[in-house]
């Protein structure tokens, strides 16, 4: 155990999701770790060569089971954003803080009561191309999927 501040006494195992980027994007790669803390867990990303276009990045966890896609949308089969509790968006269980990227690599934590990391083990992160509007029903209007990694 590792005590990070007065809220955060991190706890292993942790799970962790390796990213990477699609077809069209096939040099973004990173990870997205989440550790078990006080009610609930610390989420950190680390992602590298996130394209020029934009600065600001949707991220969130969805309720597929896999990274797989076909032609219109390489990650289709991630599904939609993880929903556990039946809420609206930006309350899904799966919505995160967006990635700021920093000449094409981003770091973010964030501190969250939405999940347990054992309850999104198996589901996959998706990073989008745009940002995430915070208000949109039901995705944020956050656009194409760039990346994904499955939580294991
Ligand atoms: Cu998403």
């Given amino acids: 155990m590792f005590r990070v501040n007065s809220r955060l006494l991190l706890q292993c195992p942790c799970r962790t999701a390796v990213i990477s980027g699609s077809p069209k994007y096939p040099d973004i790669h990173g990870t997205v770790s989440f550790f078990k803390a006080c009610n609930g867990s610390l989420v950190v990303a680390e992602i590298f060569n996130l394209p020029s276009e934009n600065g600001v990045f949707a991220m969130h966890i969805h309720n597929g089971n896999t990274c797989n896609g076909n032609a219109d949308d390489p990650f289709f089969y991630a599904g939609s954003h993880l929903n556990l509790k039946n809420e609206k968006h930006p309350f899904h269980t799966g919505d995160l803080p967006a990635l700021f990227s920093n000449g094409g690599y981003a770091w ?42 499955i939580i294991k």
């Fill in 108 to 149: 973010t934590a964030v501190y969250t009561d939405h999940f347990q990391p054992s309850e999104v083990c198996g589901f996959p992160v998706v990073i989008h191309a745009n940002p995430d509007d915070y208000h949109t029903q039901p995705s944020g209007n956050s656009g194409e999927k760039i990346a994904c990694g």
